[in-house]
Each structure stands twice: as C-alpha cells, then as structure tokens.
C-alpha cells in the first residue's frame, strides 16, 4: 500500500492498494475509490490542486464505499490555524481517543 500526504482542502491523505484509492478526510471519513488506475492516484498526488483533481477525474467516475464514516460530526472544524482547532459545547460528543485535543474553558463569572 501506498500513501501519500497531501494538501488538500478537506483532506490531508491519500492511499493506493491495487485498484483502491482511499481519500482520508480531516474530519475522520475516509472514502474508498474502487477500480481506480495507479496514473490518476500518480495525478492526485502530485497536482498542485489535488482537490480539483479529484473533483474532476474521480468523482461521479469511480463507483466508492464510506469506509469510516466521520468520528466528531457534531464538532465544528475550525482549519483556519496551523494545527487545526475543533471546538464544541458538547463534551459527549468527543470520542475517547480524541479527548486529549481538547482544553475545557469554564466560566467562573469572569470573561473566557
């Protein structure tokens, strides 16, 4: 298998195994591609655009599968910063394995 980070502007990763391509999204969804050929993976990977790439040669060509559907639906993704920023005001709504990215604020009565 083969991967590949990218810069994408939902997603960041990008795998290759004999026929399947799978798009990694920031958001935890990864979609699988079937029957794609290894040129356009090629393609995706070194485009200065991959999102326009896939848009435009993969998307409504390939048939795919949602492999993991995505972990923090109810969180809001903030791309904005460098390392990313999620924010939420539903504490239930982090998964376990998520739960160290996050700092609890309080309000005591003074301004956040």
Known sequence: MREVE???PNFNLLTYDGGKMRIHF????ITEYHHVPEG???GATTSNTPGTYLRKYVSKKYNYT???DMEMKRLRH????????WVTDKVSAIPEDKKDLFWQLTDDGDKL
Request: proline letters at 0%; glycine letters at 14%.
């Open 6 to 8: 990218v810069k994408g």
């Open 26 to 29: 920031y958001d935890g969804t």
């Open 40 to 42: 356009i993976f090629e």
């Open 66 to 68: 949602i492999v993991q």
């Open 78 to 85: 903030f791309r904005d910063s460098s390392v990313g920023l």
